[in-house]
């Protein structure tokens, strides 16, 4: 009777059960057979991402450090070649998106950053110039706005280096940014390294 029992509720615990799709199954050699993620998975996943991201990126003043007005700022990752870096510096790259930050709040200006940023990669751009202003006038702090950006920039894993821009492009008020190249990027210039065309 016991054994009729365990039957019963088994099968009772397994009745909203289903099969799995044939794309779920697992296969013969003990692999479970890749699932194609919906577009609407693909859409919950990068606003994770960007959730995440943006946990990361504080917008309270007093949690980053101030940088004044006037300062001069550089931020490089370890591994980057001196001569890019001086490149960079000497802003000798060319860069077709620019981010004017100005009138916006820190909360504003942080999305708009990570969002320009993340457009930049998927376009192919490795520069981009990003104005912040002086903020001379700015509360708590003079600086607040560069104070942010600086820190935001510095946390943010796809940014390669900054460095305060030109007198030209807006000097201690803007940077150049260099962000690293795209997944796709490296795979492309891999291949064509490899085939002997990376001086071209």
Same mark, same amino acid.
């Given at each position: 009777?016991?054994? *009729?029992?365990?039957? +019963?509720?088994?099968?009772?615990?397994?009745?909203?059960?289903?099969?799995?799709?044939?794309?779920?199954?697992?296969?013969?050699?003990?692999?479970?057979?890749?699932?194609?993620?919906?577009?609407?998975?693909?859409?919950?996943?990068? #606003? *994770?991402?960007? @959730?995440? *991201? +943006?946990?990361?990126?504080?917008?309270?003043?007093?949690?980053?450090?101030?940088?004044?007005?006037?300062?001069?700022?550089?931020?490089? @990752?370890?591994?980057?070649? !001196?001569?890019?870096?001086?490149?960079?510096?000497?802003?000798?790259?060319?860069?077709?998106?620019?981010?004017?930050?100005?009138?916006?709040? *820190?909360?504003?200006?942080?999305?708009?950053?990570?969002?320009?940023?993340? #457009?930049?990669?998927?376009?192919?751009?490795?520069?981009?110039?990003?104005?912040? &202003?002086?903020?001379? @006038?700015?509360?708590?702090?003079?600086?607040?706005?560069?104070?942010?950006?600086?820190?935001?920039?510095?946390?943010?894993?796809?940014?390669?280096?900054?460095?305060?821009?030109?007198?030209?492009?807006? &000097?201690?008020?803007?940077?150049?940014?260099?962000?690293?190249?795209?997944?796709?990027?490296?795979?492309?210039?891999? !291949?064509?390294?490899?085939?002997? &065309? &990376?001086?071209?």
């Amino acid at each position: 009777m016991e054994r *009729l029992d365990d039957d +019963l509720l088994f099968s009772q615990e397994m009745a909203d059960v289903k099969p799995l799709k044939e794309n779920q199954k697992t296969q013969s050699n003990g692999l479970t057979a890749q699932i194609t993620p919906t577009f609407g998975q693909l859409v919950k996943q990068a #606003a *994770l991402n960007e @959730h995440e *991201l +943006l946990a990361m990126l504080p917008i309270a003043p007093f949690q980053f450090k101030t940088v004044s007005p006037d300062e001069v700022v550089e931020h490089r @990752h370890d591994g980057m070649q !001196e001569a890019v870096y001086k490149r960079l510096r000497q802003g000798k790259y060319d860069f077709k998106t620019i981010l004017d930050l100005h009138s916006y709040s *820190l909360q504003q200006a942080r999305g708009s950053l990570v969002n320009c940023i993340f #457009a930049a990669i998927e376009r192919g751009e490795r520069n981009i110039l990003v104005i912040h &202003g002086k903020g001379y @006038h700015s509360k708590p702090y003079p600086g607040l706005m560069k104070s942010a950006v600086c820190h935001w920039l510095s946390v943010i894993e796809q940014v390669a280096a900054f460095h305060s821009a030109t007198r030209e492009q807006g &000097g201690s008020g803007a940077l150049f940014v260099l962000l690293k190249k795209s997944s796709q990027q490296r795979i492309e210039n891999s !291949e064509l390294n490899r085939k002997g &065309g &990376g001086f071209r």
